[in-house]
């Protein structure tokens, strides 16, 4: 029976997320709302900034955690007007429209903005009825050719909702940057406890089991969404979102599952629980008309440019990839080393070199997900690697690398090790002497782990068995990154505890690669 009610839910969520994005719903129109609660609970959101266009994002859920996934909303569609503005105040109105919030898509509203003027910040906001939505502030592109002195981002990744608190999101929100990349990991499949983790919530047991049709996934993201932090991220600026494995489940490649003993272990029924998780994802974040699910099928992989500065080359490592080798197992094996063995599929992989080897900006920054880096876990004799990391694609990286060495100053961006850690770019890492080709920044987790600490053993264990690895710290955080013409610098930015709210930021360790000579060196 349990099957039986995933399908049939599975199935309705992808045929009518396909039917919304058509513009058509077959419920009522709601003419005159009245909510029982603010309608916009959930907050508002902007991302993928182009040099003339951004995508605004908001929910309708006066209840977010309603048990049956609506948020508290009738089964009615509802009018939302929208307007942007080169003030706070709204004095001077630049666009302005109306559309459309539809049941079939949880009441969530993505607008593509375009006719705005490149490198600007703008203020938004929504209205539903009588009630108007907190102004989100976002910042469009610089326009193409542009020549920029600076760019500033950040990076940031997992987001266990019960093993900590967003406090980083918090301080992320009061950082002065253009554009916040996230790689992976926006919420958790885990079953949560009656108490919520760390964070002493009740939750009821409907919202803390493992999700696996679309309201169960609907409520996963509510839950993970309905924070004061987060939502003050999302409010100060654009996102640009990718995702990681536990927007579905731990370590998912394809169509397989890896969770022993569940019915999606059945590749069909894993496919309809890809297509709940798939339409949550676009539902509750601000991604593109592009960037739809069709079912358990959507394209993230995405290109966004910054003047003649950087092009930025997000990547989906989970979608496309070959089963993982050595039984996904922490260890070595001839497998990881086999020619065939994909992390982002021919067209993806393609639609990368060709990208790479067009691009005239001076930075080729490449966000994505697992450690390109080798990661060999045990120091001394023997070797240990994680299956799930490029290390287990070996040629797979080998072609990366090989294209990254034709281009100029690369860097690429990475989130899921729960860590900080900065390491050099080898051709070959059994070969000491070997060129360095570019960098690798990674970030650790916003809350996920829980408090960690600066050196833990697995930190110290990396530094010994990887000479190319420069840096790690086990502690909470996100990386703010500046980029000029002479250098891109990463601050690691850390956090002395999440497992309760108000915690300090401080910079742990910063890093800089130079324009020309690929490598690491302290700040």
Known sequence: ????????????????????????????????????????????????????????????????????????????????????????????????????????????????????????????????????SPVGRTRTAPAPGAHLRSLDFGFVSCQAWFEGFYTAYRHLSEEDIAVVFHLGDYIYENRIDANGGVRGTPVPAEIG?????????????????????????????????VWDDHEIEDNWVGDLSKADGEPDNDPAVFRRRKAAAFQAYYEHLPLRWPNQPRGPEATLYRRLGYGRLVDFHLLDTRQYRADQACGDKTGDCADRLLPGRQVLGPQQEQWLYDGLRRSRALWQIVPQQIPVTQVDTVPGDGRAFVMDFWDGYKPARDRLFTALAEVGNPVVLTGDMHRHLAADLKLDFDDPGSRTIGVEFVGTSISTKMDGEDLDQGGQDLLDANPHIKFTSYQRGYVRCTVDEQVCRADFRVLPYVTRPGAPVSTRASFVTENGNPGLQPA
């Open 1 to 132: 029976m349990a099957i039986g009610r995933r399908e049939v839910l599975l199935s309705g969520a992808a045929a009518g997320l396909a039917a919304a994005a058509t513009g058509f719903s077959a419920s009522s129109s709601w003419a005159d709302p009245r909510f029982s609660a603010d309608p916009f609970a959930l907050g508002v959101a902007s991302g993928d900034p182009w040099p003339d266009s951004v995508v605004l994002w908001t929910r309708l859920a006066p209840q977010p955690l309603a048990l049956d996934g609506l948020g508290g909303m009738p089964q009615r569609k509802i009018t939302v007007d929208w307007e942007v503005a080169a003030d706070e105040r709204f004095r001077r109105v630049v666009r302005r429209g109306r559309t459309v919030a539809v049941p079939e898509l949880a009441h969530s509203v993505h607008v593509e903005v375009d006719g705005l003027a490149p490198d600007r910040h703008y203020y938004y906001r929504f209205r539903a009825g009588r009630d108007v």
């Open 209 to 241: 089991a493992e999700p696996f049709d679309l309201t169960q996934y609907r409520l996963r993201h509510a839950l993970h969404h309905y924070d004061p932090d987060l939502i003050a991220a999302h409010q100060a600026h654009p996102f640009a979102l």
